[in-house]
């Protein structure tokens, strides 16, 4: 080929890019597209054919690198250049205001009349930092503990509000801090899908966001339609283009003309009162917004000032998250269901006439039991008060018994509303539970929990697609599942089954039959036996025979399991109709893979032995994330707050957790205090 014909080629490539890049830049950033998407398709597949003729030619910042690479096997970790703290809260405007005196306190009066602060939205997202060299996006991580996090570049780049390239001057090194977050439109579009495929739902936009961020492949984080905010900007020292600008507010202007989105409802003040107003609009207009927030953040404008108040160990002294109130409404109690779960628990929920909170239409919410039902009181027609905690979950706190007219008792079933049997409760039980082991809610609900993520984790099996498969026969054991491939062509013939979601579901199946000892063990649904008395089990107890033939005593031997989940494994390894349960299951090809005990080596910590229980939403880590941090430094982590619990941890909207632990004289720890205490 003339090397004069190479040269319009390349030349050919960087202007396409060019061209790409600044529609992205007007589509995401500035909201303003000057182009249809028809358009901007043939230029993207122009580029790409380009670049498969000449991949010599191909540039690290192309668009096309937009679209996922190949799958990982695993995150790599990555050092932090500067720690990413987390923010102080301020849950009402008294702590809010203590914040305000301190900085006007600590403020040198010769140089600022008054404190100028930056008010922004807090997102309800993930907290990443992007590390751009020479203007060129080299790596994006996750905040980890703040010091070390994941490394997701390839994810990030599929984000489209993430530049690949600064637009304008730059410095050689910058770090940009942001927040990945799905919008609500899109969040809702993304669960219609996984309903409609049999997949579980995300609980709510932030677990969906950090859900797909942190996909091993990023073709699955390219298809999610993330976004990004950037909120904060570092460099080296003595940097010519970022030290001049001395103002949070104008530094975020910068990231703007760089190619971030920024918060444009963003703003700048010197008055206390408007401080106070800007957090007064979005708690009562957070629901226009189309994504989540959970507050604002005030920080500190003056970067200079910033500087000098400086850090504590963790958090800036500069700036503060001014939390929301939970959404709350009123409502009327028109009717109370009761559905069955796979133990056959009867649970009472809720529904009212609909309200809007956060955002959400709600017109159901839990009772939980009827000794919560007794708490609070509430008969139907009663008008009661919703919250919505934590922009997730709905529940009923009160009622209002100045507008109570007549109401109706609330009475336990006397018969399922399932099957029709006969209801129980067995001695000081609090619950209420149909006594037929055949009954269908229980079947379908102990099918569902077998396929269940933290069991053999089968995608493609959901609640609608296990019912229906119950009624038609497929489906009636455990064993069950592993036949439906000699059911492929019955499946094929019914309807919203296509040849290719068949397909995905029996290779999900014929995956799951190397299952992991505990998740075996958690997935037998046995009375009290959860994921943490499984990892126990699975840990003191192999191979399986072994458990088996464990008598009480020596299973209480193990720290964590107590006489009532003792009794309930002897009981159940001891009925013969388990047993034949359980030799169908591995006749039907599962095959345990028991833990490697060299590998899974626990270290000794402060926690060790201790029992420890984690509330609210922490920056460092998922629940899960803490689960096992506390498996690994030979804790046992609990979902529950009682007299045996050594710790709880109490991240960002603790809830009623916290006020048990309180009254129970549970040692509270923070985020930041349980990270030092396992170090």
């Given amino acids: 080929m003339p090397s004069i014909e190479k040269s319009e080629i390349k030349s050919r490539i960087d202007s396409l890019i060019k061209i790409i890049s600044e529609h992205d830049y007007n589509y995401y950033v500035l909201d303003n597209p000057i182009i249809e998407d028809y358009d901007y398709d043939l230029l993207l597949k122009e580029l790409e054919k380009l670049e498969e003729e000449h991949p010599e030619l191909k540039r690290k910042d192309s668009p096309t690198g937009r679209v996922g690479g190949r799958a990982l096997e695993k995150f790599e970790n990555f050092k932090h250049p500067f720690k990413m703290l987390s923010l102080s809260n301020a849950m009402k405007e008294d702590e809010f205001n203590e914040f305000y005196n301190r900085i006007v306190k600590e403020m040198d009066r010769d140089l600022f009349n008054a404190p100028v602060f930056t008010c922004e939205h807090k997102f309800d997202g993930l907290a990443i930092e992007l590390i751009y060299e020479d203007g060129i996006l080299g790596s994006a991580s996750t905040r980890g503990n703040g010091e070390i996090g994941e490394l997701i570049t390839p994810n990030a780049k599929t984000i489209r509000s993430i530049p690949l390239r600064l637009k304008g001057q730059y410095p050689r090194f910058l770090a940009v801090y942001g927040e990945v977050l799905m919008f609500k439109s899109d969040f809702e579009r993304l669960n219609l899908e996984r309903e409609e495929n049999g997949e579980a739902v995300f609980a709510n936009p932030r677990n969906a966001a950090a859900g797909s961020l942190r996909q091993l492949d990023p073709a699955i984080s390219s298809r999610r339609n993330l976004r990004f905010y950037a909120y904060g900007v570092r460099s080296y020292p003595s940097d010519r283009i970022l030290d001049p600008i001395d103002s949070h507010y104008e530094r975020l202007c910068y990231l703007r003309d760089a190619g971030f989105p920024v918060n444009e409802n963003m703003k700048r003040t010197g ?175 102990k099918l569902r929990h077998f396929v269940s993520r933290n069991c053999y984790n089968i995608e493609g099996l959901g609640e609608e697609i296990i019912g229906r498969f119950f ?209």
């Avoid at 408007?274 to 927030?293: F, G, L, M, N, Q």
């Avoid at 008969?379 to 009160?398: A, F, W």
């Avoid at 034949?580 to 926690?607: F, L, M, T, W």
Wanted: glycine content about 8%.
């Fill in 271 to 445: 008055r206390l009162a408007d401080v106070i107003e800007y957090h007064r609009k979005w708690e009562e207009t957070r629901a226009s917004v189309p994504y989540d927030i959970d507050g604002v953040v005030i920080k500190i404008d003056s970067i200079d000032f910033q500087n000098r108040l400086g850090f504590d160990a963790r958090s800036p002294k500069w700036a503060i998250a001014w939390k929301f109130k939970p959404a709350m409404a009123s409502t009327v109690l028109r009717n109370v269901e009761f559905s069955v779960g796979r133990q056959g628990t009867i649970t009472p929920t809720a529904v009212f006439d609909t309200v809007t909170l956060a955002g959400a239409k709600i017109s159901r919410a839990t009772l939980h039991n009827f000794d919560e039902i007794d708490r609070l009181g509430i008969m139907i027609g009663d008008t009661i008060i919703v919250e919505r905690s934590g922009e997730v979950i709905p529940k009923v706190i009160s009622v209002d018994l100045s507008k109570r007219i007549t109401g109706k008792k609330i009475e336990p079933p006397q018969t399922c509303p399932a099957c029709s049997s006969r209801v129980v409760r067995y001695g000081a039980e609090v619950a209420f539970r149909c006594a037929n082991p055949e009954c269908p809610a229980q079947i379908t609900g």
């Fill in 471 to 679: 009624e038609l026969g497929f489906l009636k054991t455990y064993a069950d599942i592993f036949r439906l491939a000699g059911r492929r062509q019955a499946i094929l013939e019914l309807e919203r089954f296509g040849e290719k979601s068949v397909l995905k579901l029996l290779r999900s199946i014929e995956l799951s039959k190397n299952v992991e000892y505990w998740r075996f063990i958690n997935a037998l649904g046995i009375d009290y036996v959860g994921e943490e008395s499984s990892r126990l089990l699975a840990a003191h107890f192999y191979p399986l025979e072994v458990l088996m033939e464990a008598g009480e005593e020596d299973l209480m031997k193990v720290q964590g399991v107590g006489g009532i989940i003792a009794k309930s494994l002897s009981d159940y390894f001891k009925n013969h109709g388990n047993r034949v349960i359980i030799h169908e299951i591995i006749e039907s090809g599962v095959v345990i893979i028991y833990p490697d005990q060299d590998r899974e080596r626990i270290r000794e910590s402060a926690i060790t032995g201790k029992k420890v229980v984690f509330t609210g939403r922490a920056e460092s880590f998922t629940r899960e994330e803490f689960s096992a941090l506390v498996r690994q430094n030979g804790g046992i982590p609990s979902d529950s707050v009682s007299r045996s619990a050594d710790y709880l941890v109490a991240g960002e909207n603790p809830g009623s957790k916290l006020d048990r632990a309180r009254a129970l004289g549970v040692k509270i720890l923070d985020e930041n205090e349980f990270l030092e205490l396992l170090k």
